[in-house]
Protein backbone atom coordinates (compact mmCIF):
# COMPACT_ATOMS: atom_id res chain seq x y z
CA UNK A 1 0.00 0.00 0.00
CA UNK A 2 1.56 3.67 -1.21
CA UNK A 3 2.30 5.66 1.69
CA UNK A 4 3.88 9.06 1.59
CA UNK A 5 5.69 10.53 5.08
CA UNK A 6 6.46 14.19 5.28
CA UNK A 7 9.59 14.91 7.42
CA UNK A 8 11.87 18.00 8.40
CA UNK A 9 11.81 20.53 10.97
CA UNK A 10 9.14 22.09 12.33
CA UNK A 11 10.50 25.49 13.10
CA UNK A 12 13.00 27.41 10.51
CA UNK A 13 13.92 31.19 11.16
CA UNK A 14 12.79 33.83 8.83
CA UNK A 15 14.65 34.91 5.94
CA UNK A 16 16.01 30.97 6.04
CA UNK A 17 15.47 27.95 3.81
CA UNK A 18 12.76 25.81 4.57
CA UNK A 19 13.59 22.29 3.77
CA UNK A 20 11.37 19.05 3.28
CA UNK A 21 11.80 15.59 2.34
CA UNK A 22 8.68 13.60 1.27
CA UNK A 23 9.82 9.51 1.70
CA UNK A 24 7.39 6.92 -0.60
CA UNK A 25 6.75 3.58 0.53
CA UNK A 26 4.80 0.97 -1.43
CA UNK A 27 5.73 2.84 -5.03
CA UNK A 28 8.72 2.97 -6.77
CA UNK A 29 9.54 6.87 -7.65
CA UNK A 30 11.79 5.90 -10.45
CA UNK A 31 9.29 3.54 -12.37
CA UNK A 32 6.03 5.34 -11.47
CA UNK A 33 3.89 7.29 -14.25
CA UNK A 34 2.97 9.64 -11.48
CA UNK A 35 4.28 13.13 -10.72
CA UNK A 36 4.46 13.79 -7.15
CA UNK A 37 3.74 16.96 -5.44
CA UNK A 38 3.75 19.72 -2.44
CA UNK A 39 0.93 21.33 -1.33
CA UNK A 40 0.82 23.61 1.97
CA UNK A 41 -2.01 25.16 3.92
CA UNK A 42 -1.59 27.77 6.42
CA UNK A 43 -3.80 27.67 9.98
CA UNK A 44 -7.05 27.62 9.57
CA UNK A 45 -7.12 28.69 5.41
CA UNK A 46 -7.32 26.48 2.34
CA UNK A 47 -5.05 24.43 0.19
CA UNK A 48 -2.33 26.06 -1.74
CA UNK A 49 -0.53 23.92 -4.47
CA UNK A 50 3.15 24.54 -4.22
CA UNK A 51 4.93 22.74 -7.25
CA UNK A 52 5.25 18.99 -8.66
CA UNK A 53 8.18 16.61 -10.08
CA UNK A 54 8.11 14.06 -12.12
CA UNK A 55 10.77 10.88 -11.93
CA UNK A 56 12.95 12.49 -14.62
CA UNK A 57 13.09 15.92 -12.80
CA UNK A 58 10.69 17.21 -14.34
CA UNK A 59 9.60 20.78 -11.88
CA UNK A 60 6.49 22.98 -12.38
CA UNK A 61 5.35 25.95 -9.81
CA UNK A 62 3.22 27.67 -8.43
CA UNK A 63 4.00 30.71 -10.24
CA UNK A 64 3.43 33.01 -6.93
CA UNK A 65 5.79 31.10 -5.46
CA UNK A 66 8.14 29.91 -7.94
CA UNK A 67 11.00 32.21 -7.54
CA UNK A 68 11.31 30.94 -3.86
CA UNK A 69 10.67 26.77 -4.64
CA UNK A 70 12.95 24.20 -5.62
CA UNK A 71 11.51 20.57 -5.37
CA UNK A 72 14.15 17.54 -6.31
CA UNK A 73 13.98 13.71 -6.61
CA UNK A 74 16.14 11.55 -4.90
CA UNK A 75 14.95 8.18 -6.48
CA UNK A 76 17.43 6.00 -4.99
CA UNK A 77 16.20 7.11 -1.53
CA UNK A 78 12.70 6.78 -3.20
CA UNK A 79 12.35 10.65 -2.18
CA UNK A 80 11.37 13.84 -3.01
CA UNK A 81 12.31 17.47 -1.11
CA UNK A 82 11.05 21.02 -1.17
CA UNK A 83 12.89 23.87 -0.58
CA UNK A 84 11.18 27.79 0.18
CA UNK A 85 13.76 29.94 0.47
CA UNK A 86 13.47 33.57 1.89
CA UNK A 87 10.47 32.28 4.25
CA UNK A 88 8.52 34.85 6.60
CA UNK A 89 5.75 34.02 9.03
CA UNK A 90 3.20 34.01 5.74
CA UNK A 91 4.84 30.85 5.35
CA UNK A 92 3.78 28.97 8.24
CA UNK A 93 1.63 26.21 7.06
CA UNK A 94 0.92 22.57 7.64
CA UNK A 95 2.94 21.16 4.22
CA UNK A 96 1.79 18.13 2.92
CA UNK A 97 3.24 15.78 -0.30
CA UNK A 98 1.58 13.75 -2.25
CA UNK A 99 1.38 11.68 -5.12
CA UNK A 100 -0.23 13.69 -8.57
CA UNK A 101 -1.80 12.01 -11.25
CA UNK A 102 -1.79 14.06 -14.24
CA UNK A 103 -2.20 13.66 -18.27
CA UNK A 104 -4.12 15.29 -21.17
CA UNK A 105 -7.47 13.06 -21.60
CA UNK A 106 -9.24 14.77 -24.64
CA UNK A 107 -7.40 17.60 -25.38
CA UNK A 108 -8.08 18.48 -21.53
CA UNK A 109 -6.27 18.33 -18.49
CA UNK A 110 -6.41 15.70 -15.76
CA UNK A 111 -4.78 16.99 -12.11
CA UNK A 112 -5.56 15.18 -8.83
CA UNK A 113 -3.64 14.34 -5.77
CA UNK A 114 -5.06 10.75 -5.27
CA UNK A 115 -2.40 9.98 -1.61
CA UNK A 116 -1.74 12.19 0.79
CA UNK A 117 1.25 12.33 3.70
CA UNK A 118 -0.24 13.05 7.19
CA UNK A 119 0.99 16.37 6.80
CA UNK A 120 3.92 18.76 9.30
CA UNK A 121 3.43 22.25 10.55
CA UNK A 122 6.53 24.31 9.68
CA UNK A 123 6.64 27.36 12.25
CA UNK A 124 8.37 30.28 10.72
CA UNK A 125 9.28 32.35 13.67
CA UNK A 126 12.84 33.90 15.16
CA UNK B 1 -8.31 34.95 -2.71
CA UNK B 2 -8.82 31.67 -4.25
CA UNK B 3 -9.05 30.80 -8.38
CA UNK B 4 -11.98 29.00 -7.88
CA UNK B 5 -15.09 30.03 -6.04
CA UNK B 6 -16.74 28.04 -3.50
CA UNK B 7 -19.34 29.29 -0.58
CA UNK B 8 -17.84 29.08 2.95
CA UNK B 9 -19.98 26.89 4.28
CA UNK B 10 -23.04 24.92 4.01
CA UNK B 11 -25.46 22.73 6.20
CA UNK B 12 -27.97 19.94 6.81
CA UNK B 13 -29.89 18.07 8.76
CA UNK B 14 -28.69 13.93 9.10
CA UNK B 15 -30.21 12.03 6.05
CA UNK B 16 -30.80 14.95 4.14
CA UNK B 17 -28.72 16.29 0.91
CA UNK B 18 -26.70 18.69 0.25
CA UNK B 19 -24.82 20.22 -2.65
CA UNK B 20 -21.66 22.23 -2.56
CA UNK B 21 -21.11 24.58 -5.76
CA UNK B 22 -17.81 25.29 -7.33
CA UNK B 23 -16.98 27.67 -10.12
CA UNK B 24 -14.11 29.25 -12.12
CA UNK B 25 -13.07 30.59 -15.48
CA UNK B 26 -13.35 28.99 -18.81
CA UNK B 27 -9.22 28.27 -18.21
CA UNK B 28 -9.86 26.14 -15.45
CA UNK B 29 -13.10 24.23 -15.37
CA UNK B 30 -14.08 25.68 -18.32
CA UNK B 31 -11.44 23.30 -19.98
CA UNK B 32 -10.00 21.08 -17.62
CA UNK B 33 -11.41 18.13 -15.13
CA UNK B 34 -12.14 18.59 -12.07
CA UNK B 35 -11.41 16.73 -8.60
CA UNK B 36 -12.80 17.32 -5.02
CA UNK B 37 -11.22 16.45 -1.80
CA UNK B 38 -12.62 15.94 2.09
CA UNK B 39 -10.62 17.37 4.66
CA UNK B 40 -12.07 15.39 8.38
CA UNK B 41 -10.73 17.71 11.34
CA UNK B 42 -6.93 17.27 12.07
CA UNK B 43 -6.79 15.16 9.07
CA UNK B 44 -5.20 15.10 5.63
CA UNK B 45 -6.84 15.63 2.59
CA UNK B 46 -8.37 12.62 1.19
CA UNK B 47 -9.44 12.48 -2.52
CA UNK B 48 -13.42 12.11 -3.11
CA UNK B 49 -14.38 12.44 -7.25
CA UNK B 50 -12.26 12.81 -9.99
CA UNK B 51 -12.41 13.13 -13.73
CA UNK B 52 -15.72 15.25 -12.98
CA UNK B 53 -17.78 12.58 -11.94
CA UNK B 54 -15.84 9.17 -10.59
CA UNK B 55 -15.35 8.00 -7.15
CA UNK B 56 -11.85 6.61 -6.08
CA UNK B 57 -11.96 2.73 -4.89
CA UNK B 58 -14.23 2.99 -0.80
CA UNK B 59 -15.81 6.08 -1.74
CA UNK B 60 -19.39 5.29 -1.55
CA UNK B 61 -22.04 6.30 -3.37
CA UNK B 62 -23.89 9.08 -1.67
CA UNK B 63 -21.36 11.32 -2.73
CA UNK B 64 -21.48 12.32 -6.60
CA UNK B 65 -20.44 15.43 -8.42
CA UNK B 66 -20.96 17.04 -11.89
CA UNK B 67 -19.89 19.74 -14.12
CA UNK B 68 -21.13 22.65 -16.25
CA UNK B 69 -19.72 24.86 -18.45
CA UNK B 70 -17.30 26.42 -15.91
CA UNK B 71 -19.00 25.37 -12.82
CA UNK B 72 -18.89 22.25 -10.78
CA UNK B 73 -21.47 20.75 -8.23
CA UNK B 74 -20.26 17.95 -5.72
CA UNK B 75 -23.51 16.28 -4.40
CA UNK B 76 -23.98 14.03 -1.14
CA UNK B 77 -26.81 12.17 -0.16
CA UNK B 78 -28.09 10.70 2.99
CA UNK B 79 -25.87 13.02 5.67
CA UNK B 80 -24.35 11.77 8.52
CA UNK B 81 -22.37 13.22 11.04
CA UNK B 82 -19.48 11.59 10.23
CA UNK B 83 -19.73 14.30 7.09
CA UNK B 84 -18.92 16.79 8.73
CA UNK B 85 -15.65 17.97 7.37
CA UNK B 86 -14.27 20.89 5.01
CA UNK B 87 -14.89 20.07 1.22
CA UNK B 88 -12.58 21.51 -1.50
CA UNK B 89 -12.41 21.60 -5.59
CA UNK B 90 -9.38 21.84 -7.74
CA UNK B 91 -8.26 21.33 -11.05
CA UNK B 92 -5.24 22.76 -13.28
CA UNK B 93 -5.16 26.34 -14.83
CA UNK B 94 -4.37 26.53 -18.44
CA UNK B 95 -3.72 29.69 -18.41
CA UNK B 96 -1.98 30.18 -15.19
CA UNK B 97 -0.06 26.86 -15.63
CA UNK B 98 -0.55 25.48 -12.65
CA UNK B 99 -3.04 23.70 -9.87
CA UNK B 100 -5.60 25.67 -8.44
CA UNK B 101 -8.31 24.85 -5.37
CA UNK B 102 -11.14 26.82 -4.33
CA UNK B 103 -11.63 28.15 -0.86
CA UNK B 104 -13.02 25.65 0.95
CA UNK B 105 -16.69 24.50 2.06
CA UNK B 106 -17.30 24.02 5.79
CA UNK B 107 -19.97 20.87 5.71
CA UNK B 108 -21.74 21.27 9.12
CA UNK B 109 -24.51 18.46 9.69
CA UNK B 110 -27.02 19.88 12.35
Known amino acids: QLQLQESGPGLVKPSETLSLTCTVS??????????WGWIRQPPGKGLEWIGSIYNTGSTYYNPSLKSRVTISVDTSKNQFSLKLSSVTAADTAVYYC??????????????????WGQGTMVTVSS | QSVLTQPPSVSAAPGQKVTISCSGPSSNIGNNYVSWYQQLPGAAPKLLIY???RRPSGIPDRFSASKSGTSATLGITGLQTGDEADYYCGTWDTSLNAVVFGGGTKLTVL
Open chain 1, 98 to 115: ARHSRWLQDGNVVSDFDI
Open chain 1, 26 to 35: GDSISSSSYH
Open chain 2, 51 to 53: LNN
